[in-house]
């Protein structure tokens, strides 16, 4: 017992506990800390996620900041307010920068009251430099077509992202409801959905995306959707264990006695003590719903062109690798660290989580 | 009221919890057809009686189904067969609302203070989950009656919102008490509760049980293999073995004239805190009968000192016998004659 509070004499009303208030989600924490690997990861996540989020303050041919017409103006800003839900009222501000064909850079020119994002192109916005080699201006080069390589990269950042966890939440959700109820209820229900995991199991789920991109609209939140209806099996299974372990526990007993209800028991005692082993799942999930995505856009069933995503700058990068085989390192090193980070952190979770394991370092 | 029923043989007027002829049988998967029983018989025909007020303890080796009767009383397991009463109520009978009603009145203590309290709630939402649950309290009240019930049961109310793994065990038990009179119950089954303590801290939650028990009337099953807790916390005893009760009565003519061999030998092993002591020992030879393959005749007879023919082909029932005090009841066809036990080891 790692918590004894080694208390000589017990006198109910003894001192002896330190971190009274401790919850176990710090104690995970704690044990997650040790994990020098899977904080590298979580670090990685991290700037990924601020990188998806800030795109247009990183790589955009908007300024963040800038006075023009005798005002002040914030478009890059006022880009990245207006993904934010709720927050619509930001929209008309900025005005002339909202027109098509208003060219940000020759009206506000090199002008010193201005502040540019880091890489001052757009990820749609060609230049007459096509295919060009790293350089002072294109970092990573450019593309058949002269778009900014970096700029590219940063706003496929988005695409990631959002697919490892708009994929992953509806697969944690469907897997965590159906799991719990198998677990829960047992019987017929258990046996009905235990059948359907099995079956979802058997789908190969990058050709039932393929097929199924064939019938619909290929695009991304198709694929988003489609991940997430098919990765929620090994959610399901560990939630149904988890359920059938933890209610033949003495507390939930204890609940029962108190009169506690099924929902507040599942909700309430079964829920929270099972969901810890589903992070680790859900991280994987992460890693490989990522690798999904790109795989379908490098075959153009994902984003579709010109839009970018780390795939499909793959794939334009391997169609062009005779002429500039530079363009390659930029996507493929980002799907590998953001794959690698995902899993670092799904194997540090799991050990965290683990309470056989938590005791060695 | 479904299911009132008066029996002859017991007092059911005035007890407040009555168990009638409790089965719990588990199905077993065979094999094959030859392979003995298809029902382990966990809890093969108990029936006693919990006066208000007074402490009945449960006492039987582990397997003898001493804990399927408490969880049976609570419904935590459903039973095969048979009745409880609570207040002449059937709680067999009973769903929905109105078995929550009566479940109100009945609580149980635990015997593992690890697995009995949620790891994800602090102290507080523990002990006030059920005052809650029945909208007894809530907010700032529902704070100020758990203090309440924490400081009752020895505990500090700044340690309330701390959650259970920062609590010894002593301590864990102390919440598992005060989420259990939460609900100012009337009965309260305590299913070994000192078992998984240490012996240093056993005393003080024995003592807060018999303390809080006395304070507010709580009649309680007390379930245990000690003896020694009997004799000192109960009013009446019954002895279980093999899903049987083989002896019940008074605490105190169970340890003064105890006639079942089976309760003899267990009084028998009742270490003696004295050194200079040199108890004559009598030691049960054989183990627990295998359920699937239970013996013919009294379930005991096959590690029993005395046993005759007509034991091998003959169950007794739980009767009184010539001379017996009142209420003391014993399964054994010749509890009348009072066989001494022979001497297999002096304990030193």
Redesign the interface.
Known sequence: MP???S?A?????N???R??????TY?TWRQFRRHRTGLFGLSIIFTLMLIAVSAPLIAGNQPIACHFDGQWHFPALVDVANKIPFLSFVLNKSKPFRFAGFDAKTAVGDDESAIWPVVRYGPLETTSDGLARPSREHWLGTDEVGRDLLARLVHGAVVSVKVGVVSMGIAAVLGVLLGGAAGYFGGWTDALISRLIEVVMCFPVFFLILSIMVWIEPDINNVMVVIGLTRWTGIARYTRAEFLRLKS???V?????????PL?IML??LL??AMSPLWGTIAFGMAQAVLTEAGLSWLGFGVQWPEPSWGNLLRSAFEHRGVAPAMIAGPSVAILLTVLAYNLVGDALRDATDPKRAATP | MTGAVKSTLHDSESALVAVRDLKKHFPMRRRFASEGADHIKAVDGVSFDIPAGRTLGLVGESGSGKTTVG?SI?R?IEPTAGEILFDDVNVLALRGRAL?GV??Q???V???PV???????TAAE?VG??LQ??RVARGRDLRERVAGLMRR????AD?M???P????G??RQ?I?IA?AI??DPRFIVCDEPVSAL?V??RL?ILNLLDDLRRERGLACLLITHDLTVVRRFCDDVAVMYFGRIVETGSAENIFANPRHPYTKALLSAVPVPDPDSRTRRFVLPGEVPDPLNPPSGCPFHPRCPFAVDRCRTDIPDLISWSGAAPRHRTACHYADQDLPLPVTVSAP
């Open positions: 918590n004894n509070t208390s004499v017990e006198t109910g009303a001192r002896t506990p971190r009274r208030r401790e919850t176990q104690r526990q003495d507390f007993a204890a609940a029962v006695v108190s009169g506690a209800g507040r309430r005692h929270p003590n | 969880r609570l935590l929550r479940r109100r009945m609580q149980m635990f015997q593992d697995a009995s309290l949620n790891p994800r709630m523990i989950e059920g649950v029945h049961v020895g505990l500090s340690d919102d701390g959650y793994h920062v609590f010894s002593g301590q102390r598992g989420r939460a609900l240490d240093s801290v003080q």
